[in-house]
């Protein structure tokens, strides 16, 4: 089936009350496409990686209150897991969706990944293309855009990302719910491929 991009009763789902109501229309709005989203994007990342890929789209099982405010697909070598490795996601908050290279907490070699970072700054500072944003929690919505970050910033965010447990180290786009590009699947799977392609060196780089 062809992946016809995102719309914004997609973006909706997180407006729905209640868990169990707002989980079920997860399941059937989103899932599906991630699941489209995800065959593609893992053969792509096969190829470009050189390593086995997999697929993990979000269950959010923990949840027994509190309904999820954003879901999201992640891909990375691990078939058991992908939280204790460098992956890949897309996913969606109520008025974006994320595209990231993520390094989160559960990292067991944060600090080592942030030391490579830093001692390679200018192919990473490089790699990082200026309309990309960064985020240190993926929890958060907000993230900070590199052309505004800048070469000081990226530092300052790759030293506290080394030194402090919970920081955290997301890098790519943002892509606003109104934005004409997710009604297009085909050009929204482009810019996916895109993003994860140039941010391929940082990922190699964090495997070293």
């Known amino acids: 089936m062809q992946f016809n991009g995102f719309t914004q009763n997609d973006f909706d789902t997180f407006k729905i009350d209640g868990l169990d109501e ?31 890929m997999n697929l993990h789209i979000a269950k959010h099982a923990r949840r027994t209150v509190n309904p999820p405010k954003d879901t999201w697909m992640a891909i990375c070598h ?45 192919e990473v500072n490089h790699t990082i293309q200026p309309d990309y ?3 240190q929690d993926h ?42 590009l997710l009604n297009d699947g085909e050009a929204l799977m482009k810019v996916i491929q895109s993003t994860f392609k140039t941010l391929l060196p940082l990922y190699k780089l964090s495997l070293k």
Do not use: C
């Not at 079920?24 to 990686?49: D, H």
């Not at 204790?84 to 600090?111: C, M, R, T």
């Not at 505004?148 to 790759?158: A, N």
């Open 78 to 122: 691990d078939k058991r897991g992908y939280k204790k490795h460098p992956h890949f996601q897309v996913g969606l908050f109520d008025d974006h969706l994320f595209i990231w290279l993520a390094f989160i907490y559960e990292l067991p070699n944060k600090s080592e990944i942030a030391s490579k970072f830093l001692n390679h700054f200018d």
């Open 139 to 180: 929890m958060k919505k907000d993230a900070q855009p590199m052309d505004s970050l800048g070469e000081k910033g990226l530092k300052e965010t790759l030293k506290r990302f080394e030194s402090v447990k919970k920081a955290e180290f997301l890098v790519g786009q943002h892509i606003a719910a109104f934005d004409p």
């Open 133 to 135: 944003v960064i985020s």
């Open 22 to 52: 707002r989980m079920e229309a997860i399941r059937t709005r989103i899932r599906p496409k991630f699941e489209q989203i995800g065959q593609s994007i893992t053969q792509e990342m096969e190829i470009l990686t050189g390593n086995e």
